[in-house]
Structure formats: C-alpha cells, structure tokens
C-alpha cells in the first residue's frame, strides 16, 4: 500500500518557469512533510519541510503548499533554472518517529 | 566534514556470496536507516536503528541484515544476495528519532549477477 502518492513521474520546464510537484497522503497521522532533493550520483538532500499547522512555507525560490483538508502537499519551484534539475521526492513522518515515507519520485529537467 | 559515509560505492558481486556494505556517521547521531531506491519505487526503508543495539524492520527488510554495535556504525548485511537485490543503497542518519532532517550517504551501486 501506497502511503505517499507523487505526480508526476517525470516533467520538463523551460527555463524561467514554474514547476509543479504534487503529493498525497492518505494517513491523518502524519505529521511532517519534506522534501528532498537528489542530484545523479548523489543521496538525496532535504530541501524543504512542512507542518500541518501551516498553509504555505516558503524558503527563496521553493514553496511548499499543504492542504490539510484535502490531505495533498506541493512543492513550487518559481523561476527554474537547469541547476534545479533533479530528482524530488515527497516524504511524510509521524510525530516522534524518525521513519519517513518516501513518495516515487519526480525526474525534473529544466531546459536552458 | 559532517557527513555519512558508505563503502563500497560500487559493487559487483555473484548470487550466493556473502557481503556487507559498511555505513558509518561523524554526526554523533542516534537514528540510522537503511534504504534501497529501484527505478519507479522510489526510496524504500529496509531497516533502520533508533540506537545502539536497537533495530526495526522497514518496509522490505527481506534478504537483510543489520548490526548496530557501535553509534556510528551501521552495516548492511545481506547474507545470501539474489539478483532481485540488484539496487542502489543509501544509508541515513538523524540525529535522533524525534528529528525528522535524515542526512543520506552517497550510496552504494550493488550488481548481484
């Protein structure tokens, strides 16, 4: 069973753009919700996080969004730049337990 | 430097012959982890460690080992590999299970043939 469902697989934006990456979660226990970042040939990076008692979290060109209600978290990368190309994954962890569910993954290229 | 490091980094090996992919942290954390990622699963956990002596099952803890003798160590053992563990293998570590930043490895690129 699938806990943390990500969309989609694998997306291309041009330079400048915004990309999107969408997350769902099924379990209402969860309670922190990161996202990490993986260069090739690299482990994976966290990048940004969130808790449910906040809407929006935004650290420079990153936004995370949360919707409580409708259990599904995205992570925004405004003005894309070909550095920003990389694997994203979604995560979801239960308060006091270290363990993090990891979604599939999203390939992004940003193209120059 | 703080950092997690894995060894080997590549490894090529036959079904049947025992190995351990060796992890080890210089962050004095407590929380240790196991994953393997496989093309469209994403990072699965196979074991993790909340401390010294202290190891749990993840989500595919099949085929493994661990050991948590030491608080900075943390090997992978898989005692009688299969191809169907053909992977890339992180390690993590945290620097305790009430802290969810998990600081990964550089992985392990394991070939079982």
């Known amino acids: 069973q699938q806990q943390v469902k990500q969309s989609p697989q694998s997306l291309i934006v041009q330079k400048g753009g915004i990309s999107i990456i969408n997350c769902a979660y099924e379990n209402t226990a969860f309670d922190y919700f990161p996202w990490y970042q993986q260069f090739p040939g690299k482990g994976p990076a966290l990048l940004i996080a969130i808790r449910p008692d906040v809407s929006e979290k935004k650290e420079g060109r990153f936004t995370i969004s949360f919707n409580k209600s409708a259990k599904q978290f995205s992570l925004h990368i405004m003005d894309s730049q070909p550095g920003d190309s990389a694997t994203y994954f979604c995560?979801?962890?239960?308060?006091?337990?270290?363990?993090?569910?990891f979604g599939k993954g999203t390939m992004l290229l940003v193209s120059p | 430097e703080a950092q997690v490091t894995q060894n080997p980094r590549y490894l090529i090996t036959v079904t049947g012959k025992k190995l351990t992919v060796t992890c080890s942290q210089n962050m004095n954390h407590e929380y240790m982890s196991w994953y393997r990622q496989d093309p469209g699963l994403g990072l699965r956990q196979i074991y993790y460690s909340m401390n010294v002596e202290v190891t749990d099952k993840g989500d595919v803890p099949e085929g493994y080992k661990v050991s948590r003798k030491e608080k900075r160590n943390f090997p992978l053992i898989l005692e009688s590999p299969s191809p169907n563990q053909t992977s890339l293998y992180f390690c993590a570590s945290s620097l305790n299970p009430d802290r969810y930043e998990q600081y990964f490895g550089p992985g392990t690129r394991l070939t079982v043939t």
């Open positions: 995560a979801a962890a239960y308060s006091g337990y270290s363990t993090l569910t």
